[in-house]
């Protein structure tokens, strides 16, 4: 079966399909045994249930399809653990023509939404509390205590001030005030959109800064109040709530909690007018010294909206969206200096460790990172600014919150309207669509043991027996916080197989997932996916045709870029071509130290192009790179799925022409052709490319000449696709349009495979490449060279 | 009344606004009883009043004892209490008397007045300044104006000619009016007044006034007071021998005589103008009221003041001259010495009794006292009424710093004066605690005196003075001495063809700067001395160069902070704050150099943004009380003009914004610190208003009053350490505040303990003040908040100051006290300086100082004005040095004198014990009179008491002072510190009044027919004076008490307060203006009282048999009470402790 089908119903790719089962063979795979799973894919046939899932008494899996069960007796036993359920009383008319739905062969994923009293396929329902009870009696760290509020934090109480009741998700507008005047004034008509917009139960709070963070009480009529924090001050979390007022006062015996009215985090429809009013009256802060870069405390206001947050212990999903349009330049997580003189740390500076403040800085934000967890916060970092605003040392806590980040030039910007606004989309029945607060747990077979995930996640620390010792990314655990899902959210999750195999090769073996989520309108989501695969033996054939090369390059991408954050680049490039020599030799047919002799199978043989690109690409090539961008490209292909992973390592490139269709050509320079426009899509921005030839038509204005219908529709084709294109994607790619020979066209020959070069004997008129860049030839070449040295 | 605050007004724009205060507040409350009488005799064919002048002292101390002193002062002071002049007046006596007193002089004049006297009513204040001369042209307002002008070229005119040239302007006017049309008519009393005074002066001086002056009532009243009086007295009595010896008193009198009754009348002078043509019956008088009438006006008159120069000399003139005191005693002594007054002196000088001879010296107490052991007997003894008490001083005196190159010793501190500075600074700016510098410490030691200056830089002039003038040197800056740095001053002495100059400071000989340089005149002063004002006044202003700034200017910052706690908006203070400063905004200094901030504070502080053009105002709070820092980088104080609106908003919303305001706590010291942070690069005033306990944050406080409590109780041991502050963050806050030129006035208003002894730590390290309202009353305490805060910021003053005051060589020196930063010893660091604050600087010898020589002291303060002018004010004062003890004694300034133990005394408390600190004042006191007993007196009685004639009333104002709530142990801990806090850049003037308050009789103000003077006599503080059917009034400079007693006539109460019963008083109490002619006088009265003191007194209604009544009788110093001795007995043990001393 296609990968990509099986994505479609599974939401799952595995790098191998087949296991081998012991420990050795695993390690001779060269690629990890991973699967990139997109937790709420959006599938076409996707069963809703309304009652609460059942649970394995003993190992927590989720009543599946590949559970045994006996209808007399009414048990099933679970696949994972073998463990005996006996269904619950809901479950009483069950029998082989009455199935659950979730018992369904067809249905290895379904989706349970909790809280609600509803009735059971069967009969009545009164399913809930084992789950929430099962894990909050299972949860162990203190870390998890949050999390664990699952069931507690939904129905509960803890929004002080606030009746929980209808509550929204929580947002909290940080906005910087050093902006130039008419940025300032774009940014202020977009939130007052957005505010607009939003649902009159979302809770929302406004931050602004400069050398000041500026807390506005929503609530206070009188006049315009902030709470003022020094922006050059650290301040714990403790202090932040103290200074905004809103710390829970010790509990006394015998008196209920104190709960302060506090003003700083209201339901839109409550503070509505005072909302606007502040944020019409966000006025650009003068800059107070020439030659210097305005003061800005993002840190302290980032940290005084996580302080507000967990104050107002809104845990139930919250957005900080961050709007900024210049680097930090003073108090914690400070980018730069403010003097004009001293530049803002590049790559270069970064591994010649002159970057002052980026250590302490990115320390800061990395701190910040178990807070956001543990509330449930999101941090969203908007950038606009023609120079770095210190993504790099922000990306941290975007990241494992699962934040957006969008770096772009202007608030003025489409992009950056467009992105707000889809963010703040609503579905059908109004809700937001956003998913907060999410939790991904893995249940495995006995045999199966889980290493860690890759992606916007935080391991919760819960160990328990499938749980590996070998930890890569976020490991130590079998389950994991999300604060943001969207549709597209895609973890790399790695496993291994356990030290003692008893497993026969092929049998059987499962991997179930556990989504928890809430929905925009903070109702609470489960989904369960269950998927089986067969151990195989070791020389199996199996193996090979198990092989998904897409998903394993989105693997080894994932994999290189966490490398890299950690080491200096050119190791993750040897480590990358060692992998790929170990791969070629182990499954590539040759004869030894016969460098022609060597051939890939089909099952294997894209996979060295794709390293080729990853090599050259901007996730680990990070010449032409300011550290703030390779920390959003990072990110994005952090979250991507393999499909949207591949074209940012590969970018895939169309040829359009008089000749027929649009037809996917080589990444090659060679496929620049003055009578064609190529439609090149690199995920960041897509490019059309017009043929010298094509160009001077244009200019001559032929597609308006009715003669010359077809030309016009030539020229049309790639516009629509390339709307399409970037419709579906946020942030939105830049586009580029772009003649042979212009300035522009740079965008596309960075990426060509420079087959042609300034050094190449045969140049006919086409275009070159001036690079010093191998080419694809030359790598592959190579590769056989090496590969075939034993 | 009316009058003198119309003034202001006028004069306000400018520093000089003070003349409303200047008017009053000089006016010494003794005189005031005199003046009525005057009033009511002079108007009648009274004249006879001029004996009233004469008369009444003596006769009302008695007039035996009177006569004795010349100063009659001691005597008379008992005599006083009738002061009720009138009375005196009546009595025919006066005859008599007034020959022999000098007094008489000034009654003479009111005899010319007497007969315009009537007009006088309205023009009161203004009449002073003005005087008469011009005055009565401009009466009308500008008296200030114009007639201080007047008045200084007269006097001056004579000798000096320089000043003219200045004035000018302003005299023409005035002169002008006054010569023809007005000068009679408006010659209200008041003018008549200031006139008396002026020419009675002048008459001595010398100078032409002399004609005008003598007949001038200034003579009146002083004679009588005089006596009492420190100024007049002193001399006085020094005078009459002199005079008796030398004849000088002749002159003087046969003048007088004349002018005797038309000046008692009234303020003669008015009438001058006019009167004069009646007048001139009186014979002299009249040629010199022409003359001085003409003469002033027509300051062009420099002939004319020649003129009357003449006129004058003969009266008085010439004696004085060679005479060693002229001065002072010129004024009054004159009078005396016409007669009787040795032998007449001294009579009245026994009180109690013996005729003490002590020629000079003199209030003799009744010796019996100390016989008897026991208090008892002293008093069976005594007569109460011929104890020594203030004699209140009547009319205005006119004061000329020198004469004859001379100093001259300066009126006392309490009188009205007018001064006219020949040379030596006003006494106003610097006084120092003995006119006569001993040569040695031995000496000093030996009379058991201090030598101390009391500094008042910016004092406030009356409105008759000249203002201060301005040099400017242009870029080379003023001439200074190259080793000292002392300025220029009259006193250096050029030499060499006026090629070199010898500084009178330091003995440095200097080259003249070249473009500097003038020829020296026969005399062997400069040519141009008279032309500049730097060589022949004791006080002028420099412009100071670039040299004297470290940066530009600073602008006139004030920033507001108002405690919002729950307490606060509660009691109704922070609305009351909120009102008081919207209201003084319109107050500010005009310009755009004028900015303006606001913050509140609870718990956090609350900044604003006044200055945005947005529909809302917008709060920024500072929650981090640990570590403040301030939330904006602009915009926090912004130039009032551009926030005008939106502040007045602002402040009319606060009250409402926090009405609801649940936080109790109050981070007052991180507040200050904040506004500090934001008021940093510029400095200026922080205005804080504070109504609870600060409980956290920076500089956080906790309770200690309960802990003192119990201390006290346990034995007050440790209980002065609840006056010390309870920590150093706020004194180490303070000082960098004072650093930065910041100066905060807390404004406490408060029902509850606040802990003032930290808190004032603030305001009196960076030269502020603190203000206090307990228990605050929301319906009484918000029109005194607003108007101490108008004042607060209206009054003359400047900010970013450096002080330092330079003494010849010999002297030097010891320390400086007072509310200011000390950083090094040498110089005064003021963030900010203005006219009510006063600074003590103590002096001790490092060498012997040469007899016959003159010491010099000079007082420079650079400052920057609130309009922005960077400043040097420099006041010289030349003293002469004696070797002769009895000089010493002769020389005392009681005021200053007793200003200084108080300032000492207030220091001493938070240290010492209680116990401790009264022993200390009445050693003090002992150790003088000891000293003077066993080296001065001439009389050996043992069984006499024997006090210097200057220092008379020690005793009582000691006896006082340890009566005072400071240094009692009943007092809550706050009221004390608040005290010992008051006390500390207390003015000289004030000192007096605030221990020994004055109280006068309110219930029979309709039955005294008014006159010029509104304030009626005042009544000793006995209860023996207080009665059932009387209504009192007692003041003390903050608080003023009605008492009420219980058998009052409920018609006159439901006049004054519109009740009738005295158990209907009400708790909290609003002086009301209701439509009868008693309830006008009373607040006529008490807005009076206001403009003297510079302040809007705290008005409380007190009953017998609450602790209102006990509050009020508290002030009854003279009584026994439990802890404390009568007066009587008092002087009693003080006599034995001196008989102790001499065996």
Sequence with gaps: MDFVELEAIEGLRWSWNSWPVSQADVKALVIPLSIMYTPLMHFNELPLLSYDPVICNRCGAVLNPYARVDYQSRIWICPFCYQKNSFPRSYAGIGENNLPAELFPTYSTVEYQLGKKASTPSSNSNLNHNWGNGLSSSSLSSMMSSSSSLVSSFSSSSLSGLDSRGVGPAFVFVVDACSPEEELRALQNELLLVVAQLPENALVGLVTFDSMVRVHDLGFAECSRVVVFHGERELSSLQIKQFLGIHHMKQQLGKPPAIQKQGFLLPVSECEFNLTTAIEDIHTSPLLMPGHRPQRSTGAAISAAVGLLEGCSVNTGSRIMVFTSGPATVGPGMIVDSDLGNAIRTHQDLISGHATYYRKSREFYKQLSPRLCDSSIVLDLFACSLDQVGAAELKTPVESSGGFMMLGESFESDQFRKCLRHIFNRDEDGNLKMYFDATIEIVTTKDVKICGALGPCVSLQKKNSSVSEKEIGEGGTNTWKLGMLTNKACIAFFFQVGDEQKAQPSSAFFIQFITRYRLGNMGIRKRVTTAARRWVGNHSTDIAAGFDQEAAASVMARLAIHEAERRYVRDVIRWLDKMLIRFASKFGDYVQEDPSSFRLSSHFSLYPQFMYYLRRSQFIDVFNSSPDETAFFRLMLNREGVVGSLIMIQPTLFQYSFDGPPIPVLLDVCSISPDVILLFDSYFYVVIHYGSKIAQWRKLGYDKDPNHESFRKLLEAPELDAEQLVAERVPVPKLVKCDQHSSQARFLLAKLNPSVTQNSTHTDGADIIFTDDVSLQVFIDHLQTLAVQA | ?1143
């Design chain 2, 1 to 1143: 009344m009316a009058a003198p605050g119309g003034p202001r007004p006028g004069n306000t724009p400018p520093n000089y606004n003070p003349n409303s205060l200047a008017d009053n507040m000089q006016n010494l409350l003794i005189n005031r009883p005199a003046q009525p009488p005057h009033a009511v005799a002079s108007s009648g064919g009274p004249r006879p009043s001029p004996p009233f002048g004469q008369q009444p002292p003596p006769f009302p101390s008695s007039a035996p004892p009177s006569s004795p002193f010349p100063g009659t002062s001691p005597m008379v002071r008992p005599g006083l209490p009738h002061p009720g002049v009138l009375p005196r007046a009546s009595v025919p006596p006066g005859g008599p008397p007034q020959a022999p007193l000098p007094p008489n002089m000034s009654f003479n004049r009111s005899s010319g007045p007497p007969i315009t006297q009537p007009p006088p009513p309205f023009g009161l204040r203004p009449p002073h300044p003005g005087s008469l001369p011009s005055s009565t042209g401009s009466p009308a307002r500008p008296p200030s104006g114009a007639p201080p002008g007047a008045f200084p070229p007269s006097g001056p005119s004579g000798q000096v000619v320089a000043p003219s040239g200045s004035r000018p302007g302003p005299f023409a006017s005035s002169p002008l009016l006054t010569g023809s049309p007005m000068p009679p008519s408006t010659i209200s009393s008041p003018i008549n007044n200031g006139p008396h005074a002026f020419a009675s002066r002048p008459l001595q001086a010398g100078s032409h006034f002399p004609s005008t002056g003598s007949i001038p009532r200034p003579p009146v009243r002083p004679p009588p007071s005089t006596i009492s009086m420190a100024g007049g007295p002193p001399h006085a009595p020094s005078m009459r021998s002199l005079y008796g010896s030398q004849s000088t008193s002749a002159p003087p009198g046969p003048v007088q005589p004349a002018l005797p009754f038309s000046a008692a009348a009234q303020g003669v002078p008015p009438p001058r103008g006019s009167p004069f043509s009646a007048p001139p019956g009186p014979v002299q008088p009249i040629p010199p009221f022409s003359a001085a009438a003409q003469g002033v006006p027509p300051p062009s008159g420099s002939s004319p003041f020649s003129a009357p120069p003449q006129s004058a000399s003969q009266p008085s003139g010439s004696p004085y001259g060679p005479q060693t005191w002229p001065m002072q005693p010129r004024q009054v002594a004159p009078p005396p010495p016409p007669h009787p007054i040795p032998g007449s002196a001294q009579p009245p000088r026994m009180f109690g009794m013996p005729p003490p001879l002590p020629t000079e010296s003199m209030a003799a107490i009744s010796p019996a006292m100390s016989h008897m052991g026991a208090p008892m007997a002293g008093p069976s003894k005594i007569d109460p009424n011929q104890i020594p008490r203030p004699i209140p001083s009547s009319s205005v005196i006119l004061h000329e710093t020198r004469q004859g190159n001379q100093a001259n010793p300066p009126p006392p501190a309490t009188s009205d004066y007018i001064v006219r500075d020949t040379g030596n600074c006003s006494p106003r700016y610097l006084r120092c605690t003995i006119n006569q510098i001993p040569c040695t410490v031995d000496l000093l030691t030996t009379s058991g005196m201090q030598l101390a200056l009391l500094v008042q830089p910016l004092a406030l002039p009356h409105p008759s003075e000249e203002p201060i003038e301005v040099v400017d040197f242009g870029e080379s800056g003023p001439v200074r001495c190259s080793r000292c740095k002392g300025y220029i001053n009259p006193f250096m002495k050029f030499i060499d063809q006026g090629r070199r100059f010898i500084c009178n400071l330091c003995g440095f000989t200097d080259e003249t700067p070249r473009d500097y340089h003038c020829n020296l005149g026969p005399d062997g002063r400069r040519r141009d001395a008279d032309d500049r004002p730097e060589l022949c006044r004791g006080t002028v202003e420099f412009v100071a160069t670039k040299e004297y700034m470290v940066r530009e200017p600073i602008p006139a910052v004030y920033f507001f902070l108002i405690d919002v706690s729950m307490n606060a908006i509660q009691i109704g203070a922070t609305a009351a704050a909120c009102s008081a400063i919207n209201q003084v905004i319109a107050d500010l200094p005009e310009g755009p150099r004028t900015m303006v901030g606001i913050a509140t504070f609870d718990s956090t502080i609350h900044f604003y943004n006044p200055k945005r053009a947005l529909q809302q105002p917008l709060m920024l709070i500072v929650p981090d009380v640990h570590d403040v820092y301030t939330p904006l980088q602009t915009d926090i104080i912004v130039p009032l003009s551009e926030c005008r609106q939106h502040l007045e908003l602002l402040l009319e919303n606060i009250p409402t914004m926090f009405q609801n305001n649940k936080t109790a706590d109050s981070a007052f010291g991180a507040a200050v610190k904040a506004a500090f942070l934001a008021m940093k690069s510029t400095g200026g005033k922080l205005l804080v208003f504070q109504s609870v306990l600060p409980s956290v944050g920076i500089g956080a406080l906790s309770t200690r009053e309960s802990e003192g409590r119990t201390n006290i109780s346990s034995g007050e041991k440790e209980a002065h350490k609840l006056l010390q502050p309870a920590d150093k963050t706020l004194k180490m806050m303070a000082v960098e505040l004072a650093e930065y030129q910041v100066c905060v006035d807390v404004f406490i208003t408060t029902q509850t303990y606040v802990d003032i002894a930290s808190i004032s730590v603030i305001p009196r390290t960076t030269g502020g003040q603190v203000y206090y309202y307990y228990p605050f009353s929301a319906l009484t305490d918000p029109a005194k908040l607003y108007n101490d805060l108008r004042w607060n910021v209206t009054r003359p003053q400047g900010f970013e100051a450096v002080m330092r005051v330079r003494c010849s060589q010999g002297l030097q020196v010891q320390e400086y006290s007072g509310n200011f930063c000390k950083r090094i010893p040498t110089d005064v660091d003021l963030p900010a300086i203005d006219c009510d604050k006063t600074i003590m600087a103590t002096l001790k010898h490092d060498d012997k100082l040469q007899d016959g020589s003159e010491c010099a002291f000079q007082c420079a303060l650079l400052y920057t004005t609130v309009y922005g002018q960077r400043r040097i004010r420099v006041s010289t004062l030349s003293l002469p040095c004696t070797t002769m003890l009895s000089g010493l004694f002769r020389s005392a300034d009681l005021d200053t004198q007793f200003a200084c133990f108080l300032k000492q005394a207030a220091s001493e408390i938070p240290s010492s014990p209680l116990l401790q600190v009264r022993e200390q004042v009445t050693n003090l006191c002992i150790n003088i009179l000891h000293s003077y007993r066993k080296f001065c007196a001439t009389v050996s009685s043992s069984g006499q008491l024997i006090l210097p004639e200057a220092l008379k009333l020690l005793p009582l104002y000691t006896l006082a002072l340890i009566k005072s709530s400071g240094l009692r142990t009943d007092g809550r801990i706050d009221d004390r510190s608040f005290w010992i806090n008051y006390v500390s850049s207390l003015s000289t003037p004030l000192a007096i009044p605030l221990v020994y308050p004055r109280m006068m009789a309110i219930h029979d103000l309709n039955s005294k027919e008014m006159d010029e003077s509104l304030i009626t006599h005042a009544i000793p503080l006995s209860s023996e004076h207080v009665s059932d059917e009387g209504i009192y009034l007692l003041e003390n400079g903050e608080d003023c008490l009605i008492y009420i007693g219980n058998s009052a006539d409920p018609d006159i109460m439901r006049q004054l307060f519109g009740i009738a019963l005295v158990d209907e008083i009400p708790t909290q109490f609003v002086l009301q203006l209701y439509d009868n002619p008693l309830s006008k006088k009373l607040n006529e009265v008490v807005n009076e009282i206001r403009r003297q003191r510079c302040s809007y007194l705290r008005l409380k209604l007190c009953k017998k048999g609450d602790p209102s009544g006990m509050l009020f009788f508290s002030y009854m110093v003279e009584d026994k009470t439990q802890s404390g001795l009568s007066y009587i007995e008092f002087l009693v043990y003080i006599h034995r402790q001196i008989q102790n001393k001499m065996s």
